[in-house]
């Protein structure tokens, strides 16, 4: 079983910063990829960024420069930088983490308003 534990959600001004993290914890052999998702009320879920094992990242066109996914294999921790966020990136974050099966997160908020 892998229990994944994030954090660093909150309320921010736009133009603001705030870092999420995951901690993955249980039974892993080896740890694939590792992203996080977002999902906006009334609007389906979607891949926000993605880093492999090899360090490899994919970003959606829409966080392209403003946020960067890290990771640290040892911690099995996967980071998410978020800078000059907008309103529109207001959403529940959610991590995944590929280990054989995909695990996912139990989701933590992020509010961009003034």
């Known amino acids: 079983q892998v229990h994944l534990v994030e954090s660093g959600g909150g309320l921010v001004q736009p133009g603001g910063s705030l870092r999420l993290s995951c901690a993955a914890s249980?039974?892993?052999?080896?740890?694939?990829?590792m992203g996080w998702y977002r999902q906006a009320p009334g609007k389906q879920r979607e891949l926000v960024a993605r880093?492999?094992?090899?360090?490899?990242?994919n970003y959606a066109d829409s966080v392209t420069g403003r946020f960067i996914i890290t990771r640290d294999n040892a911690k099995k921790t996967v980071y998410l930088q978020m800078n000059s966020l907008k309103p529109e990136d207001t959403a529940v974050y959610y991590c995944a983490v590929d280990a054989i099966l995909r695990y996912w997160g139990q989701g933590t908020q992020v509010t961009v308003s003034s």
């Open positions: 249980g039974s892993i052999f080896s740890i694939g990829s």
């Open positions: 880093i492999t094992s090899g360090g490899s990242t």
